[in-house]
């Protein structure tokens, strides 16, 4: 038998008895930001695909929110710092090293792009907007004309953010239940899963709707291969990955994973989709609001599972 | 110049000592510590073995605190101690979260804060206040790269080990077992 124990009384504040300095900010910034990057992408590919208006929902209605989005994300990644006024030493420095970092500077790219995205379709919302000043006028001529570079950039770097969300978290390897190289793809496909279901929200007309859920069970599809490939990763690996694993598969937080993230986030929306496709009248919201759930609850248990995860005592 | 330190667990009789030192020399907010004893008891009875481990931070020498630092706060400074510039910390917590050792922890004012290896006491001439504090005499400070430090000449003699060094941190306290 072998006892470990500290006995000189660690028990410093919001380290013992387990890590928890992580709260609800980061778990929720990282559920925006993947939110918001599924939305840009969606947008920035069916504006590069030229179907713009085939798809008018994902281009030009559901970017609006995206602003908004990041936003509340960036303000609640402002509340989990400790030492707030410092923030500005994040545009200080670029170091490759840091997936913080590279966060820090995609959102300062992503925030402007989806602003400026919104400004030049404001026009679908409100059909008598203004800009008063003529510069302005000229600004949105201009940005409209540059649509495609724009979309490009913003295509890409979405992608940037929906994996950093990920990688924010594998390059941990202090905490072996993030440390998998599967949480960049899986966190990318949860945020445009996540970005299909707004649009499915956003979409009048019938046909995108369908087009919506057909790519949102792609993606589902995708993401419970991953999830499984992630857990089979874990039971071939160290012991401390195994029981990483085990946090899941039995341990304390098997059981809001499997019915919060798998089935009610993954399982029910995907059968909702195929009754829809199949002509049965579900109303959207259930299955979009379901994986909005669903994808909320995977930053969420992931992050709180992980920092329970540990190799030491 | 590379400083480590070496503990021996043989000596080592787990009076906290050097948790106590550290917490008045650097002025550790209460309820804090920037070292700790661990005690580990194997076998049955009347079979025992006993380690004390007097544990702080690893010091390592691929750090992922600073590898992952978005502000480059946390940093090697001479002799490869790591150290945080609470100038430039922003207090988000991924150091504390990379830390496999769990040596890291958020100050009351907001900065994140850890052990120094007592820089300001090296620089003196004078070993780290848990060293100099230690009854037994257990731990040994210096530079590895001189082969005739207190370190050097102890490792040369004795077996010793690391605390989980397949995390890839290439730690800087060594264990005399």
Known sequence: MREEIIVSGRNNYLIDPHLHIWHWQIPLYLFLGGLAAGILFFAAFFTLMGKEDKYKAAVKIAPHIVPWILVIGLFALLLDLKHKLYFWRLYTTIRLESPMSWGAWVLMLVTPLSFIWSAIHIKEIFPKWNWKFKILTDLETFLIKQKTPIAWVMGISSIILGVYTGILFSAFNARPLWNTSILGPLFLASGLSAGAAVIMLFATKHKERTMFARIDIGIIAVELFLIIHMFMGFLASTQVQIDAAGLFLGGPWTAPFWIFVVILGMIVPVFLEVLELRKFKIPVVIPAGLVLFGSLMLRFLISYAGQESRWLY | ?177
């Open chain 2, 1 to 177: 110049m590379r400083y480590a330190m070496a503990i021996d667990t043989r000596k080592c009789v787990g009076c906290s000592d050097c948790v106590v030192a550290c917490q008045t020399e650097n002025n550790v907010p209460i309820g804090y510590c920037r070292d700790w004893v661990v005690e580990v008891t194997d076998g049955t009875y009347p079979q025992l073995e006993l380690e004390n481990r007097s544990e702080r931070c690893n010091h390592c020498a691929n750090s992922p605190c600073v590898r992952c630092c978005p502000t480059g706060a946390s940093h090697y400074a001479d002799g490869g101690i790591v150290l945080v510039a609470h100038n430039k910390c922003i207090g988000c917590g991924a150091c504390i979260t990379s830390c496999p050792y769990d040596a890291r922890y958020s100050h009351p004012d907001g900065y994140v804060d850890k052990c120094t290896f007592c820089i300001h006491r090296i620089k003196k001439g004078l070993e780290p206040a848990c060293v100099a504090a230690c009854p037994t005499k257990c731990m040994y400070f210096g530079d590895l790269d001189d082969p005739k430090s207190p370190v050097s000449e102890v490792l040369k003699v004795r077996k010793y080990k690391t605390l989980i060094p397949e995390a890839g941190t290439d730690p800087q306290l060594y264990f005399l077992i």
